[in-house]
Nanobody
């Protein structure tokens, strides 16, 4: 099973920025679609952003224009640049991939937006 390790969370004020990173194990990273999900307290986990092996990206409406997903295949890494953060962006952010019908999740990294 693929192992995913997130980093980069923290606490910022509204309007601030954070850059999340996800390091994946495995030798076929360049063939995987990679996702960032988030889960706020008391809410369901939701898909935030997705990047395909061909670098096609999709975003949740709530983050369009503020968040950018990217990948660095030689580093087996995917990133989420989060700008103009809002209190409602506060959540645990998870890295995800699904290979052969098997889901792999990281343990998550907490991003808190508070004044």
């Amino acid at each position: 099973q693929v192992q995913l390790v997130e980093s980069g969370g923290g606490e910022v004020q509204p309007g601030g920025s954070l850059r999340l990173s996800c390091l994946a194990s495995g030798s076929l990273f360049n063939l995987w679609t990679m996702d960032w999900y988030r889960q706020a307290s008391g809410k369901q986990r939701e898909l935030v952003a997705r990047i395909t092996p061909t670098y096609k990206t999709n975003y949740a409406d709530s983050v369009k224009g503020r968040f950018t997903i990217s990948r660095d295949n030689p580093k087996n890494s995917v990133y989420l640049q989060m700008n103009d953060l809002k209190p409602e962006d506060t959540a645990v952010y998870y890295c995800h991939t699904g290979i052969g019908g098997m889901d792999s999740w990281g343990k998550g990294t907490l991003a808190t937006v508070s004044s």
